[in-house]
Each structure stands twice: as structure tokens, then as C-alpha cells.
């Protein structure tokens, strides 16, 4: 719906970083990454809610700009609740549901590692540098814990 789109980050050519590390990515999911691995060591980064209306103009900001805003002076919750935001307005998820279980099976810590680059390898290249944020983030989080 028209509404939903105009609240909603779409992930547009315009908004990917066009080279680097971040390179294909849509700038809110490496902005939102950049921000949180700075604060991956805070109690319920991703459990506690951002402030809506804060979430709301950000969200309106990177819209608007189509390019990386400062996150700075935001507090960690509104910055993980609109990466949050931002992926769940996706059409189409960044795994399908086959490919978590995959990541998400049994395994050693070495095979794991080898294992999670055979499947990022098979994502289609347009979801792989966001895919690789979020897993560097994630990776952050689980050490800090």
C-alpha cells in the first residue's frame, strides 16, 4: 500500500554505499551497524523499544536524504529499532526460511564458519553485503554477551 511505502526504508540503488566494505548495502542497515557495534554491551539492545516518534523521523530522514545519516546523538534502542523496522519492511526476507534452518543446524565452530560462507555464497548478490552486515553485528553482540 501507498502508506506503507512511504513509511517504510526502501532499499533503492540510491541508498546503497557504492564502495568499501558497505558496497551494495542499503546505507540505514550499514549506518544502523556502524552505530550499534559501538553499542553491542548494552542490556536489551535489541529487546527494548526505541522511542516511536525518534524512530519515526529517522526513518523519515534516511527517506529524505537517501544517503548515510548521523546516528550520533540517538540513543542504541532507536537506532536497533529501525534496523529492525527496516528489515522486517522488506518484501522478501534476506534468507528464506530453508536457508535459517541451514544456519541455524548443529555444528563445530570451524565447520559453522565454513558452512555460513557456502551459504552466503548461494544468496543472490543483492542481499549478500546486507546479510553480512547484519552477521558482523550479530557476531558483536554474541561476543559482548
Do not use: W
Amino acid at each position: 500500500s501507498s502508506s506503507s511505502s512511504s513509511s517504510s526504508i526502501a532499499p533503492t540503488p540510491v541508498r546503497e554505499e557504492r564502495r568499501g566494505r558497505g558496497a551494495g548495502c542499503p546505507v540505514v542497515v550499514s549506518a544502523c551497524v556502524s552505530f550499534l557495534t559501538q553499542h553491542v554491551a548494552v542490556p536489551g539492545l535489541f529487546r527494548l523499544p526505541g522511542t516511536a516518534a525518534t524512530v519515526k523521523s529517522l526513518r523519515k530522514r534516511f527517506n529524505h536524504l537517501g544517503k548515510f545519516v548521523d546516528l550520533s546523538s540517538v540513543e542504541c534502542h532507536d537506532a536497533a529499532q529501525l534496523l529492525v523496522h527496516f528489515l522486517r519492511s522488506l518484501p522478501e526476507p534476506l534468507i528464506d526460511f530453508d536457508m535459517a534452518y541451514s544456519v541455524l543446524g548443529e555444528g563445530d565452530g570451524v565447520e559453522d564458519a565454513s558452512r555460513y560462507t557456502r551459504l552466503l555464497l548461494t544468496l543472490d548478490s543483492s542481499v549478500r553485503p546486507s546479510l553480512e552486515h547484519i552477521l558482523f553485528l550479530l557476531k558483536a553482540v554474541d561476543e559482548a554477551a
